[in-house]
């Protein structure tokens, strides 16, 4: 069976999200003069990832989850200091977040002349073009 159309989701089966992500939330850790290491890194994601959720579920706005997973993980680890920089510094960071997954370039390449490629997200557009954009 030919298909005549694929999709492709934007993050870890295109771009490298993970690595993008552990990578701007380091940076804006740092420089935020915040420890970070792996268990900052797991707390972020659990939160990040229930916030999604509740996006999914229809109960929450996308500007609802960009603020409460700082908001959460903040809490979460004990840290007195707002979050409003952090969260900054990560979205900007992860426009640059310019890493794609193994092979990836090699399948779509393949795939182009096949049938129609379309890539879909449920990430912020901006980040997500700028990503794009930046991982040619």
């Known amino acids: 069976m030919k298909y005549e159309i694929l999709l492709f989701d934007a993050d870890n089966t295109i771009l490298d999200f993970d690595k993008a992500e552990e990578q701007a939330l380091g940076r ?17 994601r659990k939160n990040n990832l229930r916030q ?11 500007n609802k989850v960009i603020i409460n997973r700082f908001a959460e993980t903040f809490k979460e680890l004990g840290l007195t200091v707002k979050f409003d920089k952090a969260s900054e510094l990560y979205e900007e960071y992860l426009h640059i977040g310019f890493f794609v997954v193994n092979h990836a370039k090699d399948v779509l390449q393949k795939l182009q002349n096949e049938c129609r490629l379309y890539l879909v997200t449920n990430g912020v557009k901006t980040i997500q073009d700028s990503r794009m954009k930046g991982s040619g």
């Open 52 to 62: 999604w959720q509740l996006f999914e579920q229809g109960k929450l706005t996308k």
């Open 28 to 44: 804006a850790f740092a420089e935020c003069g915040l420890h970070f290491d792996d268990n900052v890194l797991q707390v972020y």
